[in-house]
């Protein structure tokens, strides 16, 4: 399995398990949405930091010759 597989991978769990705890609190009568519709932001930022980390390890791993 390639790097960019184990990625996509880890995302999607991410993601999945994410939308299930949004219907499992919906479920129990917490307002998911009011809190999402104020924190929406800190998404756009940890996709950002995510982008930027994965970046970083990238870049340096070309840099590192046999590696």
Avoid: C, S
């Avoid at 219907?23 to 949405?33: G, M, P």
Wanted: aromatic share 14%.
């Amino acid at each position: 399995m390639t790097q960019k597989n184990k990625k996509e991978n880890l995302a999607w769990g991410i993601i999945l398990i994410l939308i299930g705890a949004i219907f499992l609190l919906d479920n129990i009568n917490v307002n998911v949405w009011d809190a999402f519709a104020r924190l929406w932001p800190l998404v756009i930022i940890a996709w950002g930091a995510w982008k930027l980390y994965f970046g970083i390890k990238e870049r340096n791993q070309e840099k590192k010759p046999g590696t």
